[in-house]
């Protein structure tokens, strides 16, 4: 089988001028997906979207995880500034699904 691991990030960094987001599994240091954007203002609010399809090599637990930064500053997931922002209800995710091969 075949995992689709998508991706939504929403948040802002106070002084980058490339915002990167990675998917990483486990302990491994290197990423398994990644995609960066230019922001032309700080701390303005970006959403971006990345999609990995990897295969479902094992039946044990394995952890995913999402990072995300600028090239200087501080970054804020689903806000900006350390703030949340639209009263919190925006939300950075990640959906994992297994397809049958």
């Known amino acids: 089988n075949k995992l689709r691991i998508d991706v939504v990030f929403f948040g802002a960094n106070s002084g980058a001028n490339r915002l990167g987001v ?14 960066q954007q230019f922001c032309d203002t700080a701390g303005v609010v970006r959403g971006t979207h990345l999609t990995h399809y990897m295969d479902a090599g094992t ?25 949340r922002k639209l009263g919190g209800v925006m939300a950075s995710s990640i959906t994992i699904t297994e397809i049958k091969v």
């Open 22 to 35: 990675g998917l990483f599994q486990d302990a491994t240091a290197g990423a398994l997906a990644a995609c």
């Open 59 to 83: 039946v044990s637990s394995t952890t995913f995880r999402v990072r995300a930064g600028g090239d200087t500053g501080t970054t804020t997931f689903n806000g900006a500034g350390g703030a």
